[in-house]
T-cell receptor
Framework: NAGVTQTPKFQVLKTGQSMTLQCAQD?????MSWYRQDPGMGLRLIHY???????DQGEVPNGYNVSRSTTEDFPLRLLSAAPSQTSVYFCASSPGGGSGGYTFGSGTRLTVV | GQNIDQPTEMTATEGAIVQINCTYQTSGFNGLFWYQQHAGEAPTFLSY????GLEEKGRFSSFLSRSKGYSYLLLKELQMKDSASYLC??????????FGPGTRLSVLP
């Protein structure tokens, strides 16, 4: 059981480039989210999905795009990378319900130069 | 609004007991969670409270008071491997989590 798989683990982008961070889970979880983690600011929600075909914005959605065509996959797209998007990105999934906590992927450390 | 506060850093000695406090104000409440995060790694689930009171799980316990918007994580018999950040998170009615900034715990020999 792989859990939540994120790729790549590290990435360096030039300002203006675009890229997709991949996230896949094999636990049949309905709920998936993307967070960014910056020093002193904790985890902030970028986008989330409550099921295939349904996505919504979180706290810091600008500059990012998501889609959820299947239950398993939830990719995050950076449309035009900016230095302010330098961060560690975590994908997480949850079965939902009251006691359903997150299972996190291993993270992607992104640097935009 | 939504706000979660935790101390930024704490230091304790191996074998001791430490209590990490968390206060919250959120727009909805569907449970309070604690996560552990070692440096350079992903957060991992530690505990969950939805009703007032104490939940015990081995060396770790978590307490919740919903009327006071307050929780704490209690770590007993501290070990060096407990050096990590501890994240307090509130799950709201939309199944989203709001995370606190995390408390970095250093366990000294």
């Amino acid at each position: 059981n792989a859990g939540v798989t994120q790729t790549p683990k590290f990435q360096v982008l030039k300002t203006g480039q675009s890229m997709t961070l991949q996230c896949a889970q094999d636990m049949n979880h309905e709920y998936m989210s993307w967070y960014r983690q910056d020093p002193g600011m904790g985890l902030r929600l970028i986008h989330y999905s409550v099921g295939a075909g349904i996505t919504d914005q979180g706290e810091v959605p600008n500059g990012y795009n998501v889609s959820r065509s299947t239950t398993e996959d939830f990719p995050l797209r950076l449309l035009s990378a900016a230095p302010s998007q330098t961060s560690v990105y975590f994908c997480a999934s949850s079965p939902g319900g009251g006691s359903g906590g997150y299972t996190f992927g291993s993270g992607t450390r992104l640097t935009v130069v | 609004g939504q706000n979660i506060d935790q101390p930024t850093e704490m230091t304790a000695t191996e074998g001791a007991i430490v209590q990490i406090n968390c206060t919250y104000q959120t727009s909805g409440f569907n449970g309070l969670f604690w996560y552990q995060q070692h440096a350079g790694e992903a957060p991992t689930f530690l505990s969950y409270n939805v009703l007032d009171g104490l939940e015990e799980k081995g060396r770790f316990s978590s307490f919740l008071s919903r009327s006071k918007g307050y929780s704490y994580l209690l770590l007993k018999e501290l070990q060096m491997k407990d050096s990590a950040s501890y994240l307090c998170a509130v799950k709201n009615y939309g199944q989203n989590f709001v995370f606190g900034p995390g408390t970095r715990l250093s366990v000294l020999p």
